[in-house]
């Protein structure tokens, strides 16, 4: 059964905005509403797919003027690249309509760079750095 309630602003944010393969973003989702409410039912995630899920944090907070409740997911993102994260829904009965409605957040950008900064050195140490020198050896015995 959806719940009745009067949808103030419900939004999604990230931080930060750049990173890289296998560094943490934080995924927050926050809506408020006009209702005295402990937690929120009915929220459906954005497709995750190329994160780690790492745990997430829920809190609803009321006060005499409604209620503001946040989901804070921490991700590991596993592909590089240019990636936009779809909108977090909410499925509710409108209190202005009184009619079954989905809400919808905004969608978030983010740019996830290759190999994680602890993977980059060692690359360079054993790979990079030894073929380099085989190459200049090549050359001088040439």
């Known amino acids: 059964m959806l719940t009745r309630l009067h949808v103030r602003s419900f939004v999604m944010t990230a931080e930060p905005q750049s990173l890289r393969v296998g560094d943490t973003l934080r995924l927050h989702i926050s809506i408020r509403v006009d209702e005295n409410v402990i937690e929120m039912t009915n929220i459906t995630l954005p497709d995750l797919s190329g994160f780690d899920s790492l745990g997430d944090e829920r809190q609803c907070v009321t006060s005499g003027h409604g209620a503001r409740c946040t989901e804070t ?11 936009t994260i779809g909108p977090a829904t909410l499925d509710a009965i409108d209190g202005r309509t009184n009619k079954a409605s989905r ?37 001088v015995a040439y």
Not at 106 to 113: D, G, L, Q, S
């Open 73 to 83: 997911l921490s991700l590991s993102p596993t592909i590089a690249g240019d990636r």
């Open 103 to 139: 809400f919808a957040t905004n969608t978030v950008r983010i740019h996830v760079t290759g190999v994680p900064a602890s993977l980059a050195r060692p690359l360079f140490d054993y790979l990079i750095k030894p073929l380099a020198i085989l190459v200049l050896v090549g050359i």
